[in-house]
């Protein structure tokens, strides 16, 4: 591959990602962090930027999406992909995308619109996504070369403005974040949950990747892995700028109760009525390149899975069911898919872990399974409580004894122990097996 699509394969990677929700979540922590931003932030990118980057290159040493998943049954495999391209396609991320979309980049200007001017923005939105997802081909041209570019700019744009003229001193750290930033940034950036978008796109990086000519296994995952530490490095660059964003912040915004509030009033602080525009611009793109990213995604999976409808076909049935379910509503739809993703997401991250140690390993599917049921079965604790049907003696009881229970991750502590345990028992058991057979 020549050295412009090695960027524009990377600059892809990284615009497919960067959606609304990963430009609200830093200043917001930055805004509570304060003076101890820089290690909240640390903590924040080890937890989202390093676990997405840790599951691309998953994808790439597996040897590509479906081979992450191998040591599950085939039908184990099918159900993991279509909760996880379901619940990060039409039932929950496209919808939440339009909307926000909507409300920053289009109610701001036109305040007063209704339903009906609501229902036919979703239709125009969706329609372009769908129009720039059907040649799957084109998508590292049109993200990686256009899109992409022009929203770095206005990014860019914002992080210089905010580095010349901050708009108040930074203050003193508020809550957990003045014992505790590091762990309480990681924790934030493992509730932002992109491994799920990490592993859902590692089809499509791969066909990006297939559509300028590499068919070498090798060379795929070369290239992905390379993607994927461009996309890495591009987050934290502007992860680091809306941290700072959010620190000074606080003579903007005295009382601040999310990050979308903030970086607009510091946007307009700083540019004026034309911020509002370039705000505008950036949260419109942001949302339609993690669209058509996962459009596409989804679309490649479906059509390779269930060959009976094509990819074409599959692109046009989720911007219609992602379109139905922007209208019908979205905050109920919220408490049903936000159980379910914190549920399975702790059995992605062990799918992620499981191809950097497997060779190493004796009876690898064997402990794959294991730590991924034990990771399942300490996560449901985690998605009842996310859908407000735990009993608060249950609670009480699991935040007591269940280490990071509280934080949505009483799943972690487990898993690990499962980890340790399984290794050590396979390799007792694996060593007094003929040398032959010991791994590679």
Known sequence: MKTTNIAALGLMTFSLFLGAGNLIFPPIIGYLAGDQTWQAGAGFILGDVGLTLLALIAVAVSGGPDKVVRDFSPAIQKLFWVVLFIVIGPAFVIPRAVMVAYETGFMPFFPNTGDTVFHGYVVIYLGITLALTLRPGQLVSTIGKWMTPLLALMLTTIAVGTLINPQSAIQSARGVYESQPVAEGLIQGYLTMDVLGALGFGWIITTAIKSLGVSSGRDIARYTTMAGLIAAIGMILIYSALFYLGATSHGLVPDASNGAHILSTYVAALFGPAGNMVLTLVITLACLTTCIGVTGASAEYFSKTFTSFSYHQYVAAIAVASALVATVGLDQLIVLTVPVIVTIYPVAIAVIIMPFIRR?????????????????????????????????????????????????????????????????????????????????
């Open 360 to 440: 190493f390993l004796f009876y690898p599917t064997v402990i794959t399974r294991v730590v991924s049921a034990t990771a399942l079965l300490f996560a449901i604790p985690d998605g009842i409580k996310a859908a407000g049907f735990m009993p608060e003696a249950i609670n009480t009881i699991l935040s007591q004894h269940l280490p990071l229970f509280e934080q949505g991750m009483g799943w972690v502590v487990p898993g690990m122990i499962m980890l340790i345990v399984s290794i050590a028992v396979s390799q007792c058991l694996g060593w007094n097996r003929p040398s032959e057979e010991a791994p590679c």
